[in-house]
């Protein structure tokens, strides 16, 4: 999975907005403190949101950011798209739009397939859980599997 730095700070950023009190606006520099991220790097990040009108500022003093709307009417992959990332991007071998690259001799690879359902199920994933779940810490699915893959790990399979 293809994930950013920039699309993995704006959704640490975002939980941590989701978790105060959003009667008011929350500074940049409180979740930069709070999240232990670059004052000027999440000015970038927070202009990003603000755009896709994921965030709304409040200019004057006790101004600062606020969700624009409920967390639990915003996706993860939502966030990850405000940033310009591609959501999960899954790149196969050979990009299909130069196949003059691709290890098939100018074919589509036998594995672009495999990529691009798996590419759309990430997608899927992350459309599916909510601003508000991750900031609720309901994620039960997830940690599920971090369960099983420890009990992997310690049995060495």
Same mark, same amino acid.
């Not at 929350?26 to 896709?52: C, D, H, N, P, W």
């Not at 992959?77 to 691709?102: F, M, S």
């Given at each position: ?24 606006? *929350? ?11 670059? #004052? ?13 009108? /994921?965030?709304?500022? /409040?200019? &004057? ?31 196969? *071998? ?39 779940? /991750?900031?609720? &810490?309901?994620?039960? &699915?997830?940690?599920? #599997? ?12």
């Amino acid at each position: 999975m293809r994930l950013s730095s920039k699309s993995r700070y704006a959704v640490m950023a975002m939980v941590d907005l989701a978790r105060r009190d959003q009667k008011t606006p *929350v500074t940049l520099a409180e979740i930069a403190e709070g999240q232990k991220i670059s #004052f000027s790097y999440l000015e970038q990040v927070f202009a990003s949101l603000r755009r896709a009108g /994921v965030v709304r500022s /409040v200019r &004057g003093p006790g101004g600062g950011y606020a969700l624009a709307r409920p967390a639990n009417d915003i996706s993860i992959a939502e966030i990850i798209r405000a940033t310009k990332q591609n959501a999960g991007r899954i790149p196969p *071998v050979c990009d299909p739009d130069k196949p003059a690259q691709c290890p098939a001799a100018g074919a589509r690879c036998p594995s672009h397939g495999l990529w691009a359902a798996l590419d759309a199920e990430v997608t899927r994933f992350l459309s599916s859980i909510s601003l508000g779940a /991750v900031a609720a &810490g309901e994620l039960a &699915g997830a940690a599920r #599997f971090l369960d099983m893959e420890k009990e992997l790990a310690a049995t060495g399979e």
